[in-house]
């Protein structure tokens, strides 16, 4: 290994120390107009500081450590006295960055204007990709987005200007297309405001999926809490070839593991198989890691990723993360807390769905299941594109089919849309002639922006509660989530499965063995799919969409109009009063699938999230009342009437009634959104009483004074009546591993108790008491 000295002034130069951090997302050619070098505030953990960190905690295990422990415990903030065991203790740890979408950077950066403090304490970007609808194609729709939201991206750019971050303007692309383009690299932790965060691990990342709060601490350079991660092991053997995509590992994975078996772990991918992966391929594996509940994905560092790194403009990166491989690949001998094995070569194309993401589906099967089981046939739309699967490789693979049925004079049967992931790829994939194909095969090239993978989407070819069938490459297909059609069943799959089905416009076509009719007549199939991992020549930047914040920012003023109803700033949340929680309402028992988006809905709702009393107006909405088998219908146990949820937690919180939440298993799985933790604090909410949570909805929860508590007996969940009282006894007593108990009160007079298990370590017992974290950090300034 070099010398210390050489090494940190190479490290000063690829990943930046001290006062400035140096990104280059492209070495570009002379054409290039724009050299886009990011300079931003803060400092990295750096690969020697990780390097130490690793080694003191492999002395104390004395033990080998798998990647995913290397690069998290190499971020400790104590090596030395951090207590360590998988699955049980909590980490403190210092993140190298953090990044925020548009939607969820408006609340991160209004918690963190409340703060007080004057700058973020490491590099920090916000990303507008959330906030543009797709409607009649990119041009027209970043126009009308710019237009409508300008209030909120004014807030935004200067927020972020005053407070040290980086700005990504609308229209510059997905925030994790980005990411990968300019900020991932190997052996980075790197934070996020939003669930597919994890697609950082396709360039050898620890790349996690966050709430605004947790944001918070991270800018605020407060130790972040991740409770240890245990790690699963996925060794790939053989070679995708054919059909077979990246895509289809992780449809593979999620049909084993289901939406909640990975969570509170780490997947780490291993094997010989790896090599025959791209470095964005990867990327799509661990962006969909996230339908499995776990905290985050990641690749070994190897020749892949070199190649990406140097077309991207960080060979410097490179050279140094060289000296350093031992740190960026797992042990020889390491132990996983379990392991799954697929062989590449046998792996055949995979389809999943409908409304769920692990539901999978051999491809040549579908079209059988499909019709058994009353799904539509016809593919109305096929979607591409998305944050999961937007390189320039899914496009070439995808235009190279499309290719083949222009040369046979034919185009899509069903409605296609694309979605480039960033504006480099946009005007990579325009230059090279991808978009051209695309488009005259049917193709309609949206904005760079999420558009219909999170509901943004203005669909007018079904009218809602009419059957039908998309397809698209995105990674979440919950029920009404593209389209708020609750009859739309969606599939996911990749972008070469979709193209096909596109073109034959039903699920029953398989590709691998069935034909295509020409206009002509002529009866021809589908070659296997091909394309260029990275453009032979270098990618074109496109448009500049990068504001860098400047050095002095006194002068800078963040204006959010009282009178607004798409901005508001925030008042505290009130303190725990000391005493247990007595005789709370039940405001809805769930029944079944409860994610983020059934508690606070996405789509028209997005304008809403930097107003926190406006976007309460959606909670719950969504979730299915046990009661009546009806959503967004509870009975008023004040009035006995019946209301919609939100209509009934303000009713409740105005005549002074707190209320609880009981739900299902795996609560508030999918998105990050933390106003799904925001809302119910807002309405009056004091517990969420479950079988069990997902990882990031039950820290969410926690930051905002919350109780999420699950049954000890999972059976206990039948005992609570809708018309129930319900109190929490034991708080006075609050303690780590210590359950409460409920006293169930039900409207016969007669009383039962149950106990309740609950994830608090001390530390977030002090946010309970203070009324949320924010109220936390405030009281230790």
Not at 36 to 42: D, Y
Not at 463 to 479: A, L, Y
Not at 639 to 649: F, L, N, S
Request: net charge neutral; glycine share 10%.
């Amino acid at each position: 290994m070099a010398s210390y000295c050489m090494t940190v002034a190479r490290l000063q130069l690829a990943l930046g120390t001290g006062a400035k951090r140096f990104h280059v997302s492209a070495v570009f050619s002379a054409k290039a107009k724009v050299a886009m070098s990011r300079f931003e505030p803060g400092s990295s953990i750096g690969y020697e500081k990780m390097h130490e960190n690793i080694n003191v905690v492999r002395r104390r295990l004395s033990r080998p450590l798998t990647l995913s422990e290397k690069i998290v415990y190499g971020h400790l903030d104590d090596p030395v006295g951090q207590e360590i065991d998988r699955g049980r203790t909590y980490l403190r740890l210092h993140p190298d960055r953090v990044a925020m979408q548009d939607a969820t950077a408006q609340m991160a950066m209004l918690q963190f204007i409340s703060s007080g403090l004057p700058k973020v304490a490491v590099p920090s970007t916000i990303h507008c990709d959330h906030l543009i609808e797709a409607q009649m194609g990119g041009t027209q729709d970043l126009q009308r987005a710019k237009e409508l939201n300008e209030e909120v991206y004014n807030f935004l750019a200067t927020a972020a200007a005053k407070y040290g971050v980086g700005f990504w303007k609308p229209g510059s692309g997905i925030i994790h297309q980005i990411i990968l383009e300019n900020y991932a690299y190997p052996g980075v932790m790197l934070i996020g405001t939003d669930s597919h965060t994890p697609n950082g691990g396709g360039l050898g990342g620890i790349c996690i999926g966050v709430g605004g709060a947790d944001a918070v601490d991270v800018m605020a350079g407060i130790p972040w809490e991740l409770k240890c991660p245990k790690v699963i092991g996925v060794r790939l053997t053989g070679t995708l070839a054919s059909w077979t995509s990246p895509k289809d590992v992780i449809l593979k994975v999620a049909g084993i593991l289901t939406v909640k078996g990975g969570t509170g772990a780490i997947v780490e991918y291993h094997g010989p198989g790896v090599d025959s992966i791209s470095c964005t391929g990867m990327a799509t594996i661990c962006n969909m890691g996230a339908e499995i509940g776990a905290t985050t994905s990641v690749f070994p560092y190897n020749h892949r990723m070199k190649t990406y790194l140097e077309k991207t403009g960080r060979g410097e990166i490179v050279s140094v993360a060289d000296e350093f491989k031992e740190d960026l690949v797992p042990d020889k001998g390491c132990e996983y807390d379990q392991v799954i094995e697929i062989n590449l070569s046998e792996l055949k194309p995979h389809i999943n769905g409908p409304f769920t993401p692990d539901l999978a589906h051999p491809v040549s099967e579908i079209g059988a299941i499909a019709k058994k089981s009353g799904w539509p046939l016809e593919v109305k739309v096929g979607l591409i594109g998305s944050c999961t699967n937007s390189s320039y490789e899914d496009m070439g693979r995808a235009a190279s089919l499309a290719k083949q049925a222009l040369d046979k004079g034919m185009k899509c049967k069903a409605q296609f849309t694309v979605t480039p992931g960033s504006e480099q790829i946009r005007a990579t994939i325009e230059r090279d002639g991808y978009a051209k194909i695309l488009s005259d095969v049917g193709g309609v090239v949206l904005a760079n922006a999420c558009g219909p993978c999170i509901g943004q989407w203005d669909r007018r070819d079904v009218k809602k509660g009419e059957k039908n069938t998309i397809v698209t490459s995105f990674n979440r297909n919950f029920t009404a989530r593209n389209d708020a059609n609750p009859a739309t069943h969606a599939f996911v799959t990749s972008p070469e499965i979709v193209t096909a089905l596109a073109l034959a416009g039903t699920l029953s076509f398989n590709p691998e063995t069935d034909y295509l009719t020409a206009p002509s007549g002529e009866k021809f199939k589908l070659q296997p799919p091909s394309g260029d991992e990275l453009p032979s020549r270098d990618f074109d930047p496109g448009q500049d969409t990068y504001q860098h914040p400047p050095a002095e920012s006194g002068s800078v003023k963040v204006d959010v109009n009282p009178s607004s109803n798409r901005l508001e700033l925030l008042a505290p949340f009130d303190k725990w009063n000391g005493k247990d929680l007595e005789n709370m309402r039940v405001l809805i028992k769930v029944k079944g699938k409860c994610t983020t988006d059934h508690i606070s809905a996405a789509g028209p709702w997005l304008k809403f999230r930097g107003h926190l009393d406006n976007i309460s107006n959606n909670l719950l909405i969504g979730a299915v009342n046990i009661e009546n088998d009806a959503v967004n219908k509870v009975k008023n146990q004040l009035t006995g009437e019946y209301g919609g949820v939100p209509d009934v937690a303000r009713f409740y919180k105005a005549n002074g009634v707190n209320w609880v939440v009981v739900g299902d298993e795996n609560y508030g799985e999918g998105s990050s959104r933390e106003h799904a933790a925001l809302e119910p604090r807002h309405l009056g909410g004091r517990a969420i009483i479950v079988k069990n949570f997902a990882r990031i909805h039950e820290t969410n929860l926690k930051k905002q004074g919350l109780l999420p508590l699950t049954f000890t007996d999972p059976s206990d969940y039948d005992k609570i009546r809708p018309d129930d009282k319900i109190s929490i006894i034991g708080l006075k007593s609050f303690a780590p591993g210590k359950p409460l108990t409920a006293v169930i009160k039900h409207c016969d007079g007669s009383e039962e108790s149950i106990s309740l298990n609950h994830t608090f370590n001390e530390t977030q017992i002090e946010w309970f008491k203070a009324g949320s974290a924010l109220n936390r950090m405030k009281e230790l300034q």
